[in-house]
């Protein structure tokens, strides 16, 4: 018992120590993110340098291998094969291309081809490229003349977004516009506005499936009227209000359907009065009719 006794004594006297503090001191911690960080730094330059390694092997291999096929025979152009033409000829695109259709295949400035082919008054676009391993396809969109405009005492072919071609000769459209204020140059644009106002006023004429009548002339030169002479030998005349052109024309075509129960014949109709249709009886523009929009005179 008193072994026991002693024990507890002992026991008691004993202290228990404080628990230990496991962190890292700010030294240490500071320590440790450095050399991590230089770790990242010291992978991301090597890295850097095997990328950069790579691609100064690939840039001395590209350039080989340029060198080589822009020296082989093997990619010299042997054909050249040229679509779209029809007022030109592949001769004539050949003598504009010049040089830039020959040679090696990959040392052709294509895109200088294209411009030097589409400076052409007849071109409206070209895609020129290459079909590995020796051939350049050419293709061309010619322009298209719609009408001849009257320039100067001569007649010019215009296609219909207003480029001048050549003058007429090899080609002689159907339409003639007169009035238009242009220099006659060609590949140039049309200025005058009133080139489209011709263009609309021929389109009406589409409308008409009954006499199938088709303008072929247009005189501008009138700002409060356009003029239309038919194949028929008509005169139609509109107002400046294009918004109403359309129901105009629809009203003469109602009323020339019904005009030769009433006059032997009529030279045109006048089509720039509100609500009528004014017509010209052959002979003279005293002889004149006036009929009511819905037709009835």
């Known amino acids: ?18 628990p230990r503090d496991t962190r890292r001191s700010p030294f240490q911690t500071d320590t440790v993110r450095a050399k991590g960080r230089l770790k990242e730094r010291l992978l991301i330059y090597a890295k850097t340098a095997v990328l950069g390694i790579l691609l100064g092997t690939l840039a001395v291999l590209a350039v080989l291998v340029y060198r080589m096929v822009s020296s082989s025979p093997y990619f010299m152009v042997k054909t050249v094969n040229i679509t779209g033409v029809r007022m030109l000829t592949p001769e004539q695109v050949r003598f504009i291309a010049g040089t830039g259709l020959t040679g090696n295949v990959f040392t052709r400035d294509l895109d200088r081809v294209a411009s030097r082919i589409e400076q052409n008054p007849w071109v409206e676009s070209v895609s020129v490229r290459v079909k590995l391993p020796d051939i350049v396809e050419v293709a061309v969109k010619e322009r298209m003349p719609v009408a001849a405009a009257e ?4 007649q010019w072919l215009v ?13 002689r459209p159907q339409l003639v516009i007169n009035g238009l204020k242009a220099a006659p140059v060609a590949g140039a644009r049309v200025a005058d506005m009133r080139l489209f106002d011709a263009y609309r006023a021929a389109s009406l004429f589409k409308l008409d499936t009954v006499f199938r009548d088709m303008p072929v002339a247009v005189d501008v030169s009138r700002t409060e009227k356009t003029v239309v002479r038919t194949a ?13 052109w359309e129901e105009k024309f629809m009203e ?7 005009a030769h129960d009433f006059a032997p014949g009529f030279a045109g109709f006048d089509l720039s009065f509100r609500n009528q249709v004014v017509a010209t009886l052959n002979g003279g523009g005293k002889n004149e009719k006036r009929t009511e929009s819905q037709g009835v005179i």
């Open 159 to 171: 296609d219909e977004k207003g480029y001048l071609i050549e003058e007429t000769g090899r080609v």
């Open 1 to 18: 018992m008193l072994t026991v006794a002693k024990s507890e004594r002992l026991a008691g006297r004993r202290q228990v120590p404080p």
């Open 232 to 244: 028929a030998g008509l005169v139609i005349k509109f107002g400046p209000e294009q918004e109403q």
């Open 252 to 258: 003469y075509l109602a009323v020339r359907g019904v």
């Open 151 to 154: 320039l100067n005492g001569k």
